[in-house]
């Protein structure tokens, strides 16, 4: 799910990056809002699988910056080890909340706060790398080469990959799908107009019932 760079430029493309922490800030604050109050067990069941997709999604989010970005923009640029080193230890300090949200052998509703918690803080973290981190990215990963990059972290969605498309397109704007559909291979785009937003939505209603968590919840189609 690589974009392609913006026509006539040779900057990175950070548009799939930008639409996942969007889509971390909106699910984590529903989630907690969503952990605090008892639901019936299929209801519980579905807080939980989404919890848990989301959670996956982190972790390869957080584990590609740590192991594939971070190492390169240091050998680029080594004057920016501060704001890289702290990248790093943020995510160190985000794990133990991350791994008490995952622990299913809890009720969701003993794990609110630390939902809330880990909701407030990677909001903190996200800001701080959309404002630090990222233009370093623009900076110093040519288009092709972030691409790439993007294209590796992605393949390793595996079986998610159908609900991550959806839950990436359920976040962005008309304007946003236009541009990231533009950038992925055509096979995909019919992946998801055929099949992947439609279940996407049933997942969104089984979760969240009437109450979707989304400035733009629309199971839209693909341009075309």
Known sequence: MAKK??????????????LAHRTFRKE???LARE???PHDPARGAALDDQLGLILRGLHLHHTGEDT???PLLLRRAPQAAPVLDAMEAEHHELDPLIAQAGDTSLPLTERAGVL??????LGAHL?????????LIERHIPAAEWAAIEERIMKKL????????GLLMWYASPEERREFFAGIPAILQLMYRLSWRRRYARRVARTY???APAAHATPAPAPG
Not at 116 to 121: H, I, P, T, V, Y
Not at 127 to 135: G, H, I
């Open 5 to 18: 760079s913006a026509a006539g430029t040779d900057r990175a493309n950070l548009l799939t990056m930008l």
């Open 28 to 30: 984590f604050a529903a």
């Open 35 to 37: 952990a605090a109050t």
């Open 68 to 70: 594939e970005i971070w």
């Open 116 to 121: 809330s918690e880990l909701s407030k803080r």
């Open 127 to 135: 800001d701080r790398e959309e404002r630090e981190a990222l233009p």
């Open 158 to 165: 595996g079986k998610d990959l159908p609900d991550a498309a």
């Open 209 to 211: 019932g009437g109450a």
